[in-house]
Structure formats: structure tokens, C-alpha cells
């Protein structure tokens, strides 16, 4: 059997790179949105007008 401490440094060395790859693919999600809704705003150029006057009432009206 192994020891306990020694197990616990390997479940922490591989959380960190486990965390590091969920960063890299939430950086990569993230970007793949942004550029989806660019090319949307692109072919739908009055819907995202709409979607940018409903945004900015949203935000005026917002109480803090």
C-alpha cells in the first residue's frame, strides 16, 4: 500500500493540470461564443440592433 501523503501530492499535482486544462478549454469556449455571435450580429444585422437597444434598457433600468 501507499502512503497517504504521498497520494494526496498526486491528487493535487493532477487537480492543478486537470484546472489548467478547464481554463484552456473554457478560454477556447469562450472564444468560439464571441466569434459565433459576431457572425450572427453579421447576417442579422436588425436583430442584433434589437438585441443591443433591449440590452442597454436593461442596463438603464437596472436598480444596484
Avoid: C, I, N, Y
Avoid at 19 to 48: K, Y
Wanted: hydrophobic share 35%; no cysteine; net charge positive.
Amino acid at each position: 500500500m501507499a502512503e497517504p501523503g504521498s497520494r494526496g501530492d498526486a491528487s493535487q499535482q493532477e487537480r492543478s493540470e486537470t484546472d489548467a486544462e478547464r481554463r484552456r478549454r473554457r478560454a477556447q469556449f469562450l472564444r468560439d461564443l464571441a466569434e459565433a455571435r459576431e457572425l450572427r450580429d453579421r447576417v442579422q444585422p436588425r436583430r442584433a440592433k434589437v438585441a443591443r437597444m433591449r440590452h442597454a434598457m436593461r442596463m438603464r433600468t437596472f436598480r444596484w
